[in-house]
């Protein structure tokens, strides 16, 4: 399994984690680490987890936090896990990031950094049922996802779980409309 290059979903997610990523931070499926490489950049970031389930992409993210400077290499870590499985339960983060598989499967789940599923948004369902218990109370997401995903669906699904989003950023392409948005729990 190759290793999930940065393209325009990954530049437009990367852009919006610099401005807001803050505190302790969580880069799900990370693949070549350009989110967790982004956040470092933030001052107001503590320290960041890069996860990822494919080892290929961990070895190279780890491949790189090894060139970087002390400071920023006490700062940052990559381990395996597929989703959260490998996350201690009791641990929150204050930014969790997320560039998902989301295209439509129709068939095609030979690259799992791609497809989210038959309608393209399973598997962020799967990640907003786990990433809820993994934020602290004032936490945030950063979630790209794809209109092929069926943003309707996302937005509704977000709903459901009571979780308030605002769009923070957006790209058209030819074929598509990329969508970041920053997703929090709502307190009472």
Known sequence: MGVYEPRED???????VREHARGSC??????S????????ESQSVTRVLA??????????VNERIATLPSEQHARVSAAESDL???IPADESFDTIMCNPPYLPSEGNDDDPALYGGPGGYEWIVRFLDQATRHLVPDGQM???????????????????RHLVFEELSQLAMFFERLHVYRIR????
């Open 51 to 60: 996860v990822d389930k494919n080892p290929a992409a961990v070895a190279r």
């Open 33 to 40: 680490g350009i989110q967790a490489f982004a956040a470092l």
């Open 26 to 31: 969580l880069d799900m499926g990370t693949g």
């Open 84 to 86: 959260f499985s490998s």
């Open 142 to 160: 950063l979630l790209l996802f794809s209109s092929l995903s069926n943003k309707e669906r996302i937005d509704a699904e977000l709903k459901h």
């Open 10 to 16: 990954s530049e437009l997610l990367a852009g919006v």
């Open 185 to 188: 729990k709502v307190i009472a």
